[in-house]
């Protein structure tokens, strides 16, 4: 048993440091699409289906996070939200759906949308990243260019392709399709997922890039506070009033 904790954190240790390598230039670019549509009076949303909304989520609400992060929601597909919990992968394959989730948002031209999905092969995601940049919308992919790039991995959405096809900036995960780095004598699959792990360090560091960006420029900086220390909350209620033209998950 000791033996394999160790061999998981060291697969998801050699993940994040061939991802950190892999996205430098892209986590900067990443960065600088956020810090734009900041300074721009856009809004931020982020959206993922299934387990991939997990690090969207991560993004909004956030002690220490921008504050403009909302969560665009599309019932049925925020983590494991229905039951039976295999409706969710249905919903994900139905064409339609992510057009009119983001058409009945408050998103609009000059916002940015990230949009998480580790293998970029559904309807939903592909659907939703096509359609937020007619809006326009910027739009960042976390996803695994390993997948498109599988002959075991085949795309569902009509138009052939991959959510990467569709984004301005793509945050390569590099996880393998599967999603499963250990295995063990006499199981007959692998396990241990790290994509969660990596999405979500990918978006933080983005996010603090982002931070460190609009501080350099001169800009305001809505940061959010944890609401467990001290004066964090009234500091909150701050930015609530100042942004709430941006924020939407208080509504």
């Not at 504050?67 to 919903?91: C, K, Q, R, T, Y």
């Not at 063990?184 to 692998?190: Q, S, V």
């Not at 603090?208 to 809505?222: D, F, K, M, S």
């Amino acid at each position: 048993m000791s033996d394999l904790v160790g061999e998981y954190f060291d697969a998801a240790q050699r993940q994040l440091e061939q991802v950190r390598k892999r996205n430098g230039p892209s986590v900067g670019e990443a960065a600088r699409r956020i810090a734009d549509a900041v300074e721009g009076g856009g809004a931020l949303f982020a959206f993922g289906a299934g387990h991939s909304s997990l690090p969207a989520q991560d993004l909004v609400y956030r002690a220490g996070g921008l504050a403009l992060f909302n969560l665009l929601a599309v019932p049925g597909l925020i983590g494991v939200d229905v039951m039976p919990a295999p409706l969710g992968s249905a919903l994900e394959r139905v064409a339609g759906l992510a057009e009119a989730a983001l058409d009945a948002s408050p998103a609009r031209a000059g916002d940015l949308l990230i949009v998480v999905s580790l293998s970029g092969r559904n309807v939903v995601p592909v659907e939703m990243a096509r359609h937020a940049r007619e809006k326009g919308m910027t739009v960042i992919a976390v996803t695994s260019e390993a997948y498109a790039e599988s002959p075991e991995v085949t795309a569902k959405h009509p138009s052939g392709t991959f959510l990467r096809d569709n984004a301005d900036v793509v945050l390569d995960t590099a996880v393998a399709p599967g999603d499963a780095e250990l295995s063990a004598d006499g199981l007959p699959t692998r396990f241990g997922s790290v994509s969660t792990v990596v999405a979500c360090a990918l978006l933080q560091a983005a996010q603090a890039a982002a931070v460190a960006l609009l501080h350099e420029r001169g800009a305001t900086v809505p940061l959010l506070r944890s609401g467990n220390v001290d004066g964090g909350l009234e500091w909150n209620a701050r930015l609530f009033a100042e942004h709430g033209d941006r924020i939407f998950y208080r509504r």
